[in-house]
């Protein structure tokens, strides 16, 4: 309601004046940002309240529908004053001038076609700052965090798998903001309600990833868009329920439970570095590259840390894929390295990397960046001339060459087919200078990027990277 009133006043150059009911005048806390910015006027009944704004032009009221009976919801279609009414749970009494829902679900659900989506503006504002040093949070910590309703956390499988993932993960911890106690543990941690952007942002800052479960649903799903732009992951229940705004909202970027056992797994297997990285470090890039005129970055596609390659491979593909969808007006192209396939990396068969372009489904958007060290340590050996065009071959087959966009040349300190990761001076390890004179002289790759990633310092006073560029010149020309 702060936003409608704000943006009122801001955007569009009116007025606004806050009504509220006297029934939920003792409500300090909550009304006093209200209080500091706008009017508020108290009316005890909605007659009074007509008498009170008499001269308005618009009433705009959030009606909650059925939760409270439609009775009065009706009684504040105005004679004299126009009204905006903002179903938030049903539109089954249709009021007013304007009768909108706040979620296409809604709308859909009874037949109607007018929805105006809540704004969420919380993540302009977000200045940075958590709450971890106060609560003596480590950072290493993962901490899940909610806030909504304070009886709405209400599925108890989420609330049985919390009670005993606590006890098993020391590094656990769980803030609820305005939440029903239902464990006591010394890392379990309650607060009292937020009402503040400021905290609000905060405490979103000191949360990994929002934990969410209502029987009901959610018909529009506020603090879950208010996780979701700030780039946490949710975490939310997906069996049967009334309304599943959010589910439709979140797609593909929800966690997803629908049992104890899965509740779990979800909660024990979650990564908070793999969200960080893979998403918001990225997102940084992107923009960056954008604002510096960059054509090109390049990414190494990451670990699946144990949940699979297929996993991996997905989850990295929707990474991008969000990322993608978050800068559609940028055409900076990203770049997916081959890997040497070292741990859990993925990224260092062809295959993979087609899959994840596949999967992201926005063919200008990404390409590959060749890496000779990586792909000869991967085991695709490249060292001499054929085996060079044997493999060009294969990526030309798999992934097709006109996604070839960049080359990392560097020589390989260690083996074919090692899957170790370390990167020598051209020519002066296991590759040798063969492929490099192949590429250099490729015609299909004149105009392709090409990078040194060899390792820096000097010989005899000369700079290493100086003697490697030195070095594939003299290769390129003969
Ligand atoms: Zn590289």
């Not at 004299?80 to 296409?104: N, R």
């Not at 499988?157 to 803030?175: G, H, P, Q, S």
């Not at 991967?378 to 070839?404: H, Q």
Request: aromatic share 10%; hydrophobic share 35%; proline share 3%.
């Amino acid at each position: 309601m702060y936003d409608y009133a704000d943006y009122n006043e801001k955007i569009l150059g009116n007025i606004s004046i806050i009504a509220v009911s006297s029934y939920h005048k003792h409500n300090d806390d909550v009304f006093d940002r209200f209080y500091n910015r706008f009017t508020m006027v108290f009316h005890t009944s909605p007659q009074d309240l007509e008498k009170q704004i008499k001269g308005a032009d618009l009433l705009y009221r959030i009606a909650y529908g059925e939760i409270y009976g439609h009775g009065d919801d009706v009684k504040y279609a105005f004679k004299t004053v126009k009204t905006a009414i903002h179903c938030v749970f049903s539109m089954a009494a249709p009021h007013g001038d304007v009768y909108a829902g706040v979620s296409e679900v809604i709308a859909k659900k009874y037949g109607k076609t007018l929805y105006v989506p809540h704004m969420i503006s919380i993540h302009k504002h977000n200045p940075g700052g958590d709450y971890r040093k106060f609560f003596r949070i480590p950072e290493s910590a993962t901490v899940f965090g909610r806030y909504g309703g304070r009886h709405t956390l209400d599925i108890n499988i989420l609330k049985k798998a919390i009670t005993e993932v606590v006890e098993e993960r020391n590094d656990y911890y769980f803030i609820f903001v305005n939440t029903d106690r239902f464990v006591t543990h010394e890392r379990v941690i309650y607060i009292d309600n937020i009402t503040d952007v400021e905290t609000k942002n905060r405490f979103i800052n000191t949360c990994d990833a929002m934990v969410h479960g209502r029987i009901m649903g959610e018909s529009f799903g506020l603090a879950i868009g208010e996780f979701s732009v700030n780039n946490k992951p949710i975490i939310t229940y997906s069996g049967p329920m009334r309304d599943n705004n959010h589910l439709t909202i979140l797609k593909d970027n929800g966690i997803y439970f629908s049992t104890l056992k899965e509740c779990k797994t979800v909660l024990l297997s979650f990564d908070k570095e793999l969200y960080k990285k893979s998403y918001d470090s990225l997102l940084m890039e992107v923009r960056r590259a954008d604002r510096l005129g960059l054509e090109l970055i390049v990414m190494h596609p990451g670990a699946h840390v144990g949940s699979g390659e297929q996993a991996g491979l997905k989850r990295i593909a929707k990474a991008i894929r969000k990322l993608v969808d978050a800068t559609p007006e940028m055409g900076v192209k990203i770049l997916v390295e081959t890997t040497a396939g070292q741990g859990s990396n993925v990224g260092y068969r062809f295959e993979h990397l087609a899959q994840i372009i596949s999967d992201v489904g926005a063919p200008e958007r990404i390409g590959v960046c060749f890496d000779t060290c990586h792909t000869f340590a991967a085991g695709y050996d490249i060292k001499d001339p054929a085996g060079y065009r044997r493999t060009m071959e294969e990526f030309d087959r798999i992934i097709g060459l006109d996604k070839l966009m960049a080359f990392h040349l560097n020589d390989a300190k260690s083996d074919l087919g090692s899957h170790v990761d370390r990167h020598e001076h051209i020519g002066k390890g296991k590759l040798g200078t063969a492929v490099f004179r192949e590429i250099m002289r490729d015609k299909r790759f004149a105009l392709t990027p090409k990078l040194l990633e060899t390792p820096k310092g000097e010989s005899k006073g000369k700079p290493w990277d100086v003697i490697n560029l030195q070095t594939l010149r003299r290769l390129a020309s003969r």
